[in-house]
């Protein structure tokens, strides 16, 4: 249960979840290494496996328990935990080199982020879908808007049915538990983590049906049936799609001419 407010469960962890991504982790909200995400959290944290309006008096819980650390701390002692600037030569030095780690960590040297958070779409990897998610999720609110994200959950919607892969070194082994298991642990971090960026979007846009996106699939969902999850929700994303145009030109949103990019203000 502690892990689910650890930074593996956090968004700005986008790179990581509970099953995936072994070693370092990277946090966007304080710019810094995380050495062991798993026994680390700080009052910023926002869950990946929830949309944060479901399990907003939790959030609000663990802000206020850890309100006086500004910064990363360990989970059971509250011990602080001096931030760490990331570094491709120290980890190509040890060995530890992580292109996924990386990516995320050129976040704030991209002159417009949705441009590098577009760059994401596209991939099977089931690491790569899951920061892709997440990166989605954190601009939104970041920007605690829905005018300048509404392309990035279109193109998060254009996959959103697709199977998420994960190789056998990007799992987290777990004692007694096989790795067929956490293999298909992580296909539903990545799904919730998707799903949770779709009911996002929808609460800043006032959209209900986005909004609850989860009770549409037809019980899919609490039965974790993957296959039959799939199927609905290949045939909503056209639905949702068509929502969210439709919306966004009834506000003069979609691509308004001449274009004025809302920037955000990372």
């Not at 879908?129 to 994200?149: E, G, K, M, P």
């Not at 966004?248 to 990019?261: G, N, Q, S, T, V």
């Amino acid at each position: 249960m502690d892990e689910l407010f650890s930074c593996r469960n956090c968004i700005q962890n986008c790179g990581q979840s509970l099953n995936a991504g072994n070693g370092a982790g990277y946090c966007l909200k304080h710019n810094s290494v995380i050495p062991r995400p798993n026994t680390t959290t700080c009052k910023y944290l926002h869950r990946k496996d929830l949309p944060h309006f479901v399990v907003e008096e939790g959030i609000r819980e663990h802000a206020a328990e850890h309100a006086l650390f500004p910064r990363l701390v360990a989970l059971d002692t509250k011990e602080p935990i001096e931030r760490i600037a990331y570094s491709e030569k120290y980890n190509w030095e040890r060995g530890e080199f992580d292109p996924l780690t990386n990516a995320l960590a050129q976040y704030f040297k991209a002159e417009r982020r949705w441009v590098l958070i577009q760059a994401f779409t596209g991939g099977a990897d089931g690491r790569r879908s899951l920061a892709h998610a997440s990166l989605v999720r954190h601009y939104i609110d970041h920007c605690n808007t829905w005018t300048s994200s509404y392309r990035l959950v279109l193109g998060l919607l254009e996959e959103i049915d697709e199977t998420p892969n994960f190789t056998r070194k990007a799992l987290v082994a777990s004692d007694g538990v096989s790795i067929d298991e956490i293999a298909e642990h992580a296909l539903w971090d990545v799904v919730f983590v998707r799903l949770s960026a779709i009911q996002e979007y929808g609460w800043h846009a006032g959209l209900e049906n986005l909004m609850w996106a989860s009770d549409a699939v037809n019980g899919s969902l609490i039965e974790l049936d993957w296959g039959r999850l799939q199927s609905e929700l290949y045939k909503l994303r056209t639905e949702w799609m068509h929502e969210i145009i439709s919306h966004a030109k009834a506000h003069d949103a979609f691509f308004p001419k001449p274009e004025i990019e809302q920037e955000d203000a990372d």
